[in-house]
Nanobody, 124 residues
Framework: QVQLVESGGGLVQAGGSLRLSCAASGRPVSTDAMAWFRQAPGKEREFVAVISWGAGSTLYAESVKGRFTISRDNAKNTGYLQMNSLKPEDTAVYYC?????????????????WGQGTQVTVSS
């Protein structure tokens, strides 16, 4: 079991920055992967970014590439999503997700554990 707790969401103006954190407890292992997904009102959940917990390999959605950076601190069992140059269309609830196995996946059903979500609102 892995428990995930997100933090760091909030309200920011367009062009601003936020950093989300995802604290993992339970039994995370270096062969796992951690991802961020988001869901805007009335829209389906979409993939944002994923990182392999051991090697630190990453994969990003095209819509955030160059603006968002995913990272992790293995010693703290915490993952991060640094979001820069935020746009109103980035407004959503952001979810941290965890999967067994280091393969990078942008598909939600491959993830075994999910956090409760944190709201990010970008005003124009």
């Amino acid at each position: 079991q892995v428990q995930l707790v997100e933090s760091g969401g909030g309200l920011v103006q367009a062009g601003g920055s936020l950093r989300l954190s995802c604290a993992a407890s339970g039994r995370p292992v270096s062969t796992d992967a951690m991802a961020w997904f988001r869901q805007a009102p009335g829209k389906e959940r979409e993939f944002v970014a994923v990182i392999s917990w051991g090697a630190g390999s990453t994969l990003y959605a095209e819509s955030v590439k160059g603006r968002f950076t995913i990272s992790r601190d293995n010693a703290k069992n915490t993952g991060y999503l640094q979001m820069n140059s935020l746009k109103p269309e980035d407004t959503a609830v952001y979810y941290c997700a965890w999967k067994r196995g280091s393969a990078l996946s942008n598909v939600g059903y491959r993830y075994d554990y999910w956090g409760q979500g944190t709201q990010v609102t970008v005003s124009s």
